[in-house]
């Protein structure tokens, strides 16, 4: 079965600063990966999503993320973080032996200082 | 112009009191699940319906039931609920399932935040 490490809980950065967060994940072959950030009281908006092709993946927001198959990461990066930035990040995993259901990492924290 | 839309966004409940979640998509997805997520923790999938073929997760307990009387509309049956059921309740969808990349991308609702007392 898949499974997802984020291996920091929680990561402080001041605006304006750049951004990375990490995201392991354990699978035999390539799965679907999944990056979505969740506001306090709300649900999950997604970020990006890496199916195929070019490892460099752009989302919404500013973010982007990379794929690297030998590392079997999929770390999600912002260079330059706002206020409204502040929130928590889930790293997913899909996989065909699921039927793609999704598998969450345990989530790492972003709080934003002025 | 929200796709999943969860009712209500807060709940609360009494203990051994069944409550009932509600989750609407406009988006005619065949696939609509339902995750448990509790205080700082991951997402975790109880179960998902298939068009109205039910699909239970292993370790999801027998107090979570749920009823998906057409293709919108899907429900969160709680019949006991515990202190320990206390947690943000996520409905999501997707076009299909286990056929590859495009189909299976998953949408969320903004969730219900159950409380029990």
Same mark, same amino acid.
């Given at each position: 079965?898949? @499974?997802?490490?984020?291996?920091d %809980?929680? %990561?402080t950065? @001041?605006?304006g ?6 995201c ?8 679907y ?6 506001s306090?009281?709300q ?5 990006? +999503?890496?199916?195929?092709? !070019?490892?460099l993946?752009?989302? %919404? ?5 990379e794929? +690297?198959? @030998? ?6 990066? +912002?260079p330059s973080?706002h206020? @409204? !930035? ?12 699921? !039927?793609?259901k ?5 989530g790492t924290?972003v709080?934003?200082?002025a | ?13 009494q203990?051994g009191k ?12 065949n ?6 997520q509790?205080?700082?923790?991951a997402?975790?999938?109880l179960?998902h ?5 039910f699909?239970?997760?292993a370790? &999801? ?9 057409? &293709? ?6 709680i019949?006991?609920p ?6 943000m309740?996520?409905?999501?969808t997707s076009?299909?399932?286990? &056929?590859?990349a495009?189909n299976?991308?998953?949408f969320?609702g903004?969730?219900t ?5």
């Amino acid at each position: 079965a898949q @499974s997802v490490t984020q291996p920091d %809980i929680h %990561i402080t950065v @001041s605006e304006g600063a750049s951004l990375e967060l990490r995201c392991n994940y354990s699978y035999g072959a390539t799965p679907y990966l999944f990056w979505y950030v969740q506001s306090p009281g709300q649900g999950l908006q997604l970020l990006l +999503k890496y199916f195929s092709g !070019d490892t460099l993946v752009q989302g %919404i927001k500013g973010f982007e993320a990379e794929f +690297k198959r @030998s590392q079997s990461s999929f770390n999600l990066r +912002k260079p330059s973080v706002h206020w @409204s !930035d502040a929130a928590e990040y889930f790293c997913a995993v899909g996989a065909h032996s699921n !039927d793609y259901k999704l598998s969450f990492g345990a989530g790492t924290t972003v709080t934003v200082r002025a | 112009d929200a796709m999943v839309i969860q009712n209500p966004r807060y709940q609360v409940t009494q203990f051994g009191k069944p409550v009932t979640l509600s989750c609407s998509q406009t988006l005619n997805h065949n696939v609509m699940y339902w995750y448990q997520q509790k205080s700082s923790q991951a997402p975790k999938l109880l179960f998902h319906y298939y068009d109205k073929d039910f699909n239970n997760e292993a370790d &999801t307990p027998d107090n979570f039931q749920s009823r998906r009387p057409n &293709t919108s509309f899907c429900f969160l049956d709680i019949r006991s609920p515990g202190l320990g059921d206390a947690a943000m309740y996520l409905c999501a969808t997707s076009r299909d399932i286990g &056929t590859g990349a495009m189909n299976t991308e998953a949408f969320f609702g903004q969730g219900t935040r159950l409380t029990v007392v």
